[in-house]
């Protein structure tokens, strides 16, 4: 069963790409409390950061690129209503 993410046995969950959203604002949340910080070591965490929230942006849009296209074919997900997956077992 999966922590996170929306399944039959989860209908709780969430999708993948308001898993990574909610990441998202939680690293720029942090970035906000660093940005002033003048230390190598705050700037080099700032900077890893950067590039994370690059890749969560990425990872994000291929995420709702994946949705988008299960909801073309298969319609709506029914998961969080404790329907079956619609791809997969």
Do not use: W
Request: hydrophobic share 40%; glycine share 6%.
């Amino acid at each position: 069963m999966t922590q996170y993410l929306v399944t039959e046995e989860n209908p709780a969950g969430k999708k993948l790409e308001d898993v990574l959203a909610m990441v998202r604002n939680d690293i720029l949340e942090r970035c906000l409390l660093i940005t002033d910080d003048p230390r190598a070591e705050a700037k080099t965490v700032l900077a890893n950061n950067m590039r994370i929230l690059n890749l969560l942006t990425d990872a994000m849009e291929l995420a709702e690129d994946s949705t988008t296209t299960l909801d073309k074919a298969f319609g709506p997900s029914q998961a969080g209503k404790g329907g079956p997956p619609r791809i997969g077992h």
